[in-house]
């Protein structure tokens, strides 16, 4: 059980946009403490595609973009790739377990 | 530019200790206030923290492993380094390490599979 709720799959079309949602409390992402978000190609390590909430690292597309409000963070995909397809896991802090980094269960994305 | 290598046995008994280290290049591992972490990634699951340290040496570790792990940083070698004691199967787990950069999971390693069994 994650700390952090997000849906375990998603899909869409080339083309198409799509959300993945991720749902945190007060003690993480209600508590002020950044959303990240990371993209894991299969049989690699993770990526970093959204620090900060919204900010992108050098060499993401823009086509990446993150949202937070409250406690909950967005992640949105426009125009989809073909090369989209991954697990994609936000990731965060928490004061209830000793500051430590919290994860999302990952998103499957399945580009149709 | 920052690259990370783990190293370490790739079978471990149970009850043993699992023994990583995480080699840094392209970045000195005492500049600034930067922290350094462990995550596993058990087969065919999501991410785990497992823990990470500052260059201060200061630790903060996830509760569930608190007290079988212990992470170090070795400045004179640039590098840190992950024990896990008391190894049972569940402990079996690509393992990487990362360096922070704007508080998130910047720089990552390759990742290493550790197995237990014996």
């Known amino acids: 059980q994650s700390v952090l709720t997000q849906p375990p799959s998603v899909s869409g079309a080339p083309g198409q946009r799509v959300t993945i949602s991720c749902t945190g409390s007060?003690?993480?992402?209600?508590?002020?403490?950044?959303v990240h978000w990371y993209q894991q190609l299969p049989g690699t390590a993770p990526k970093l595609l959204i620090y900060?909430?919204?900010n992108r690292p050098s060499g993401v597309p823009d086509r990446f973009s993150g949202s937070k409000s409250g406690t909950s963070a967005s992640l949105v995909i426009s125009g989809l790739h073909v090369d989209d397809e991954a697990d994609y896991y936000c990731?965060?802090?928490?004061?209830?377990?000793?500051?430590?980094?919290?994860f999302g269960g990952g998103t499957k994305l399945t580009v149709l | 530019q920052v690259q990370l290598q783990e190293s370490g046995p790739r079978l471990v008994k149970p009850s043993q200790t699992l023994s990583l280290t995480c080699n840094v290049s392209?970045?000195?591992?005492?500049?600034?206030?930067?922290?350094w972490s462990w995550i596993r990634q058990h087969p065919g699951k999501g991410l785990e923290w497992v823990g990470y340290?500052?260059?201060?040496?200061?630790?903060y570790y996830n509760p569930s492993l608190k007290s079988r792990v212990d992470i170090s940083i070795d400045t004179s070698k640039n590098q840190f380094s992950l024990r896990l004691t008391s190894v049972t199967a569940a402990d079996t787990a690509v393992y990487y390490c990362?360096?922070?950069?704007?508080?998130?999971?910047?720089?990552w390693g390759q990742g290493i599979l550790v197995t237990v069994s014996s």
């Open positions: 990362a360096r922070e950069l704007d508080y998130a999971l910047g720089y």
């Open positions: 392209g970045d000195s591992i005492s500049s600034g206030d930067s922290y």
């Open positions: 340290v500052y260059n201060s040496g200061h630790t």
């Open positions: 007060s003690s993480n992402i209600g508590a002020g403490y950044d």
């Open positions: 900060g909430d919204s």
């Open positions: 990731q965060s802090f928490d004061s209830s377990l000793d500051n430590s980094g919290v």
